[in-house]
């Protein structure tokens, strides 16, 4: 059974400090996702790895990066949270056999 | 800009009755739409997907429909029950594309009364 997990469910962070956001997958999958999901936008594309170290910029990329050291774990970085970019975060990983996105449960971040 | 656009945003339907969400997309290289269904405090999970070389597929009670001259496509949920409540997202992607990325809805979400 795939697994994807993330480090917190709820996160308080200020503005201006820096956020690491962490996501494993246990499945050996190649490409990851990281979405954010906000009420009435859907999950808009922030970054994707199709490789360790490979990286890609999604639909909103501005005020993130990501890392992909391990092939299991991707994570996001916001280096300098702003209240913009309060939000739920989810991350996917991908089965290129079957074409499907594992989620993880999602991490809601609030920036005040 | 690829899009997918999804309607409608949200939706009550009495128990026992059909649920109906529709997408629409314009990019004609997309080649598999899936849909996904999210519980509160859950991530999405994968419901029921198609490719375009058939019309319709149909899994228990989710039939997705699918025209491919209208570029749309569209979930049914026959039987409506209240654990079907959820947020729905339609979705679209170019399969062996660099990354099969899945180009997303806004979401629908669905309440089913008892």
């Known amino acids: 059974d795939v697994k994807v997990t993330q480090s917190s469910r709820y996160l308080v962070k200020r503005t201006g400090e820096k956020v690491f956001l962490e996501c494993v997958q246990d499945?050996?999958?190649?490409?990851m996702f990281w979405y954010r999901q906000d009420p009435g936008l859907g999950l808009r594309l922030i970054y994707f790895?199709?490789?360790?170290?490979?990286?890609e910029k999604g639909d909103i990329p501005e005020g993130y990066s990501v890392s992909r050291e391990k092939k299991e774990r991707f994570s996001l970085i916001l280096e300098s949270a702003s209240t913009n970019q309060t939000s739920m975060y989810l991350c996917?990983?991908?089965?290129?056999?079957?074409?499907?996105?594992?989620f993880g449960p999602g991490t809601r971040l609030t920036v005040t | 800009q690829q899009q997918v656009k999804q309607s409608p945003q949200s939706l009550i339907v009495q128990k026992g009755g059909i649920s109906i969400i529709n997408c629409a997309y314009e990019n004609t290289a997309f080649d598999y739409f899936p849909w996904y269904q999210q519980f509160p405090g859950k991530g999405p999970a994968l419901l029921i997907a198609i490719r375009p070389d058939v019309s319709e597929k149909k899994e228990g009670r989710f039939t997705i429909s699918f025209n491919k001259s209208a570029k749309q496509f569209s979930l049914h949920i026959m039987d409506s029950q209240p654990g079907d409540s959820a947020t729905y997202f339609c979705a679209a992607s170019r399969h062996g594309g660099a990354t099969n990325k899945l180009i997303f809805g806004t979401g629908t979400l669905l309440a089913v009364q008892p």
């Open positions: 790895s199709y490789d360790v170290k490979m990286k």
């Open positions: 996917a990983s991908l089965s290129g056999t079957h074409n499907e996105q594992y």
């Open positions: 499945m050996d999958h190649e490409n």
